[in-house]
């Protein structure tokens, strides 16, 4: 019976002693305990004794305060770990007005949302959730509602978001001026129609990615928020050409549209926007591939404010458009016109000819033009390209590298699979100007049958510039 009870009593003993040592392990090991820290950081005050050192009874709470004002999430988080005094000010809702969890903790669970709310309150102003694909519409009903002065919401990626999230934004948040819904694939035109009532102040619009947004939703939108200025809607499969028919007298306000890969988008709805968004500065139609020169024709007779165009993979564009474009945007910075095949040495001497401010010009797989057209380029951009892609271009020799040697703010040319541009021109011109980014591919001779065979196959290697 004795000998029972010691062993009892020993069996006891390891049991505590092994729970002991996993509690510690457990409050040492770094990992778990910088993932305790976050949660523990953004939710609750500590229960520390308060901290009498030296700082704390010199300087006010309001200094200190100040001070934490300057700190980002991650230092805050750090600061609230020093001392009872020091958490209560690194909490301080004056200092979470700007918060972005995706930088400092990705994993974020519901809860953090709800208590950061309950924490910030009025004063929180500007939040990313990016990626945060655990948040759903009940933390963020609680967010919104506590929440009534932010300006500037991103919820990128947050795919569980619906359009109940969006109805508590319109609610709510009437200040919104910022919202980023990219890739919330779940939400429709009702939560366009909550938040174009709600948010009228809002000028920076993504639905990038969103499917189940059709025409009527966009258009509620740029109906309602009559100061919005930035529109990106690329992949909205949902959009038809008549997209902007109903609306275009009140796209004024527009100076940024996105439509990269609306593929439904024609010369039809390139005219509504033409004729509607007349302050236009920024426009993407990458691979919208059913847009023809009657489009570029119509951005030409209205479109003058124009810096920057992205045409990469419009496949049926050719020289007409791109002179009568020329001719009417001639403020145009950036071009690309990548795998615009149709083109030749006209389009790019138009444009070197018309567009004085042309900074950025993207022509790989542009294969019709020649060292010709780049001379010019160069004669009249000599102090402003500065980069220039011209990957695929099999017309192209060496003598173009010679041209762009007095081009005295090019930063960067691509030359990928030109095969008339020699190593040995590429060398000469790294001479003359080693700050310049050159990319460039030269695939080796196929050597002899009888050298050495690898695994089977040809030993090869590659030189990249």
């Known amino acids: 019976m004795e000998t029972a009870d010691r062993r009892s009593a020993a069996a006891a003993a390891n049991s505590r002693r092994a729970k002991r040592l996993a509690q510690q392990a457990h ?28 700082i704390n009874r010199v300087l006010p709470k309001e200094v200190l305060l100040k001070v934490f ?14 001392c009872r005094s020091w958490n209560v000010l690194a909490l301080d809702g004056s200092n979470w007005q700007r918060v972005d969890l995706f930088t400092f903790q990705r994993d974020v669970k519901s809860s953090v949302i709800e208590n950061l709310a309950c924490r910030c309150g009025g004063f929180l102003k500007e939040l990313s959730l990016k990626g945060c694909e655990n948040i759903h519409d009940s933390a963020l009903r609680t967010f919104t509602s506590r929440c009534p002065n932010l ?3 991103s919820l990128y990626r947050c795919k569980r978001v619906t359009d109940a999230s969006c109805e508590n934004l319109g609610r709510y ?21 909550y938040i174009g009532d709600g948010c009228p102040n809002l000028t920076y619009l993504n639905i990038s990615w969103c499917d189940a947004v059709q025409d009527r939703g966009v258009q509620i939108i740029i109906t309602n928020c009559a100061s919005l200025d930035t529109l990106i809607l690329r992949g909205c499969e949902g959009l038809t050409e008549n997209v902007f028919g109903p609306v275009e007298g009140q796209m004024a306000s527009l100076k940024k549209l996105n439509l990269l890969q609306c593929f439904q988008l024609t010369d039809a709805t390139v005219q509504n926007i033409s004729n509607g968004a007349m302050n236009l500065e920024y426009l993407c139609m990458s691979n919208c591939n ?6 570029l024709i119509a951005l030409g007779q209205t479109s003058h404010n124009l810096k920057v165009l992205e045409l990469s993979g419009c496949n049926l ?27 030749s040495d006209i389009t790019i001497n ?32 000599r102090e402003t390209l500065k980069i220039l892609e011209l990957d695929n271009c099999p017309q192209l020799t060496d003598s173009t590298l010679s041209h762009l040697r007095h081009c005295r703010a090019l930063k960067r040319i691509d030359l990928y699979d030109c095969q008339n541009v020699t190593k ?12 310049i980014e050159i990319h460039a591919y030269f695939a080796p001779v196929t050597p002899p049958a009888d050298q050495v065979v690898n695994r089977g196959g040809i030993c090869r290697c590659c030189v990249i510039l």
């Open 27 to 54: 409050k040492t090991h770094p990992v778990i305990q910088a993932k305790q820290s976050q949660m523990y950081l953004i939710t609750t005050l500590s229960q520390a004794q308060t901290d009498n050192s030296l």
């Open 69 to 82: 004002s300057f700190l980002d999430t991650k230092a805050l988080c750090r600061s609230a770990q020093v």
């Open 151 to 153: 300006e500037h919401l």
């Open 173 to 193: 948040c009437h200040k919104l001026n910022y919202l980023n819904l990219e890739n919330c694939s779940s939400i429709t035109d009702r939560a366009m129609r």
């Open 290 to 295: 059913q847009i023809t020169d009657r489009s």
């Open 317 to 343: 564009l050719g020289d007409n458009g791109f002179v009568q474009l020329s001719k009417g945007c001639k403020m145009l910075e950036r071009l690309d016109m990548e795998d615009c095949s149709l083109i």
């Open 350 to 381: 138009n444009l070197s000819n018309q567009c004085v401010a042309l900074r950025e010009l993207s022509l790989s797989h542009c294969e019709l033009i020649t060292d010709e057209s780049i001379q010019n380029l160069v004669t009249k951009h």
């Open 424 to 435: 040995e021109a590429i060398v000469r011109f790294q001479h003359h100007r080693p700050n």
